[in-house]
């Protein structure tokens, strides 16, 4: 049975389109990926599908409830992680947790004993009675994550669930999520622009300009980048370049700092012979240096949107968030 | 009829949920509280001080003009915890608790509700605390006129909240923060006769002072509070409205104000 159905979803703010006409189904159990840069449509299409934003166009279905319709069912439903902190600093991670059960309809009895095992599967149940103030960032998110699972949500959506926080802090988050899916059995719909974390997922979509450009597997999505990855530092990248079409018909594109790539179908083999060509003939190009990789989320990105996955500018919202942290550091 | 209950037991839980929220933060913030009793008093203790000489012939010698600033000094910590508390909600509702309850099954029309319950029951408290001061200022309070003032300024905090989550509805940043604070916090309690009689002021104080909630706050306040202190004949003088108008007005204003902050903030974007 799908977790999630989505047909056609589209969100207009004004003139700015900023989902337009996504469709993606999401299976039970499944961990599944929102991958795009800044801005491209993923915390929109999350809010939409949370009952946060309304739909201009296109329907959704959350564990079988219309998300226009019976958004009450489709909150009670879910969980919900986001990107933003939205824990109460000034109480106990045992008093948050309360007032999320008061607010879901979470018995007084059955309360106790669910908090202390969602507290133990995120290993804070010693933390429990301390201001979440003396919390670090990642015990945050993990009190955040037993929060949105208290109800017994067949969903849990993640909004940027490690954004801002240390890469081992990230891994450990990432082993909290897999251990959850399998004792709760609970569907994980998360955003990212962690490329990398996207290897966790089951399946991923990519978005960008509020457009869906690919949905798969994170195996399959590698296969789309024609075979390995060659990375070339020459002394003249232009000509390089040039010489590779000429020679092997294939198209090179810059990378990071100054370097030429190149796919290549078996790359051990492909890079004796690019040597042969570039140090051939007149147009003489120097080559300093020759790597082979293969393929990655960020190669199968670039390739479909034509350019990496990037920071904005900071909006009015950043700003915000920023003065915020100063605010709370102050304190 | 059946669902009907079940979703109206809900609403009411999850505005007492935030409600319970307000008054759990208020009573573990000592300083807080220590922080925001410290303006008022600052405000009573050195402006009262510091105009009773000037201000003592005015009253015939027979009133002191602390006791006569500490009514307004009363509207002046339930208006600023009143407002604080509710637009608090537009950083709360991106960075906070509210976020979180903005996607419970509950109806934002009883979010609205719960947090102007629950900043009405700070801004009293904060009051209350306010409140115990008046015996040192020489104030005779019995214990029901006490009473009465504890629902004069519940009346008062409701009126002010509503306005407070009527600006905070649709505001998306804090931005406009310092804009609320300055045009319309300080006129407002400038404006309300906490610091001088509105007898005998300029005719376009008069009617802003006429258009502004807190003044019937005031008075009322100022009538309940110092009939046993000060001379009848004086009270009389400073008195606008009958103390039911007063009321009546505060209570229009807070319809006012509560209808369009819940409808508002009950909108989806």
Not at chain 1, 127 to 142: D, I, N, P
């Amino acid at each position: 049975m799908a977790s999630i159905v989505v047909e056609g979803l589209s969100r207009r703010f004004g003139e700015f389109t900023a989902v337009d006409s996504i469709s993606f189904d999401v299976s039970e159990g499944e961990i599944f990926g929102f991958l795009g840069p800044n801005g491209a449509g993923k915390t929109t299409t999350i809010n939409m599908l949370c009952t946060l934003l309304r739909p201009t166009a296109g329907r959704a279905w959350v564990n079988g409830f219309d998300v226009a319709s019976e958004p009450a069912k489709v909150r009670q439903s879910i969980g919900l992680i986001f990107q933003d902190p939205s824990l109460d600093e000034q109480l106990t991670g045992l008093e948050n947790l309360r007032f999320h059960a008061m607010l879901y309809g979470v018995a007084a009895k059955a309360f106790v004993s669910r908090a202390q095992e969602m507290l133990a599967i995120v290993d804070l149940a010693d933390k429990a009675r301390a201001l979440v103030r003396t919390y670090s960032g990642g015990m945050k998110r993990r009190l955040e994550i037993a929060r949105g699972l208290l109800h017994h949500p067949k969903v849990l959506f993640l909004d940027e669930p490690t954004l801002g926080l240390d890469p081992q802090t990230r891994r450990h988050i990432w082993d909290y999520l897999h251990k959850l899916r399998q004792e709760e059995g609970v569907t994980l719909f998360m955003t990212s622009h962690y490329i990398d974390e996207a290897e966790n997922c089951d399946r991923i979509a990519i978005i960008d300009h509020g457009r869906l450009v690919a949905a798969d597997t994170p195996e399959k999505l590698k296969g789309l980048v024609g075979g390995d990855v060659v990375t070339v530092r020459t002394s003249d990248n232009r000509l390089a370049a040039e010489m590779l079409r000429r020679a092997h018909g294939v198209e090179a594109r810059s990378g990071p700092e100054e370097t030429l790539i190149v796919e290549a179908e078996a790359g051990e083999t492909f890079i004796p012979r690019m040597m042969a060509s570039l140090t051939a003939g007149d147009g003489r190009v120097e080559v300093a240096s020759v790597s082979l990789r293969r393929p990655t989320l960020e190669d199968v990105f670039i390739k479909l949107t034509g350019r990496a996955i990037r920071e904005e500018e900071a909006d009015s919202k950043d700003r915000m968030r920023m003065r915020g942290r100063m605010w709370r550091r102050r304190r | 009829m059946k669902q009907r209950i079940a979703s109206l037991t809900r609403n009411l839980k999850g505005a007492f949920t935030i409600w319970s929220r307000d008054v759990l933060r208020f009573s573990r913030d000592r300083s807080r509280i220590l922080g925001s009793l410290g303006q008022p008093l600052l405000f009573l203790f050195v402006f009262g001080s510091g105009l009773s000489p000037a201000m003592a012939p005015l009253g015939g010698g027979r009133v002191n003009f602390v006791q006569f600033m500490f009514p307004g000094i009363l509207a002046m910590a339930v208006l600023f915890t009143s407002i604080f508390s509710a637009v608090s909600i537009v950083w709360d509702r991106e960075f906070g608790f509210l976020k979180e309850v903005m996607v419970a099954p509950v109806s934002r029309a009883a979010v609205a509700l719960g947090k102007v319950a629950g900043g009405s029951t700070v801004a009293v408290l904060q009051g209350m605390l306010v409140l115990l001061f008046a015996p040192l200022l020489g104030i005779k309070l019995t214990w029901d006129q006490a009473l009465i003032l504890v629902g004069l300024m519940l009346l008062l905090a409701v009126v002010m909240t509503s306005l407070g989550v009527l600006i905070a509805a649709r505001q998306r940043t804090m931005e406009g923060f310092h804009v609320i604070m300055n045009f319309i916090m300080l006129p407002m309690f400038f404006l309300s006769g906490a610091f001088f009689p509105l007898r005998s002021v300029p005719l376009w104080m008069e009617w802003l002072a006429k258009a502004n909630p807190v003044t019937y706050g005031v008075d009322p306040l100022r009538q309940v509070a110092l009939s046993e202190s000060v001379p009848a004949t004086f009270l009389d003088m400073l008195r606008l409205h009958p103390i039911a108008t007063d009321v009546a007005v505060m209570a229009a204003f807070g319809l006012a104000f509560l209808v369009p902050a819940v409808w508002l903030f009950g909108r989806q974007g």
